[in-house]
T-cell receptor
Framework: EDQVTQSPEALRLQEGESSSLNCSYT??????LFWYRQDPGKGPEFLFT???AGEEKEKERLKATLTKKESFLHITAPKPEDSATYLC????????????FGTGTRLQVTL | GAGVSQSPSNKVTEKGKDVELRCDPI?????LYWYRQSLGQGLEFLIY????????KSGLPSDRFSAERTGGSVSTLTIQRTQQEDSAVYLC????????????FGPGTRLTVL
């Protein structure tokens, strides 16, 4: 069975304090790994898709990386507006596009 | 451009009543998905529509749940004889439908069953 585990469950950072969120996955074959951001009371907002080990993508203060077993979301010099829940999802090969999600990392960035 | 829209944003119902949740996908997107997000749980896949193909209903938790998509656009998720464990946020997503496509989510409908 496909599984996605995210850690830590919650993370509190001071503004400017860089850190990384982890997403470990187990799938029979990976078609793509997705990162989303979710603010309270809203739907997930797409951030990145990674397709193969070694791939990296960046957007502002966020950088996502992928290995054969896990993905990291690196946050450099975070700001309070980066506070949100970050969700990781995998799209296994042969599952007609449905995503399997982790339970997310709740990030709080304080001044 | 306009994103995925869902209605209502909130729905409170009594146990045993039927509810209908609506999703309007992004114009031009051929694939549409329903997910459920319960407190403390990850998003759980419910059903997937792609063009005129038969829907993938493998995630529906019971036969009280059904969904249809009319004209390849708007979708309605129906829950019959609601139970308290059906309380959750129901999220709809749409995508272009390609092999490596990105799903874009709506704001969700928060369902509370009393």
């Amino acid at each position: 069975e496909d599984q996605v585990t995210q850690s830590p469950e919650a993370l509190r950072l001071q503004e400017g304090e860089s850190s990384s969120l982890n997403c470990s996955y187990t799938v029979s074959g990976l078609r793509g790994l997705f990162w989303y951001r979710q603010d309270p009371g809203k739907g997930p907002e797409f951030l990145f898709t990674l397709y193969s080990a070694g791939e990296e993508k960046e957007k502002e203060r966020l950088k996502a990386t992928l290995t054969k077993k896990e993905s990291f979301l690196h946050i450099t010099a975070p700001k309070p507006e980066d506070s949100a829940t970050y969700l990781c999802a995998v799209q296994p090969i042969g599952t007609a596009s449905k995503l399997t999600f982790g339970t997310g990392t709740r990030l709080q960035v304080t001044l | 451009g306009a994103g995925v829209s869902q209605s209502p944003s909130n729905k409170v119902t009594e146990k045993g009543k039927d509810v209908e949740l609506r999703c309007d996908p992004i114009s031009g997107h051929t694939a549409l998905y329903w997910y459920r997000q319960s407190l403390g749980q990850g998003l759980e896949f419910l059903i997937y529509f792609q063009g005129n193909s038969a829907p993938d209903k493998s995630g529906l938790p019971s036969d009280r749940f059904s969904a249809e998509r009319t004209g390849g656009s708007v979708s309605t998720l129906t829950i019959q004889r609601t139970q308290q464990e059906d309380s959750a946020v129901y999220l709809c997503a749409s995508s272009l439908g390609g092999r490596l496509d990105t799903q874009y989510f709506g704001p969700g409908t928060r369902l509370t069953v009393l």
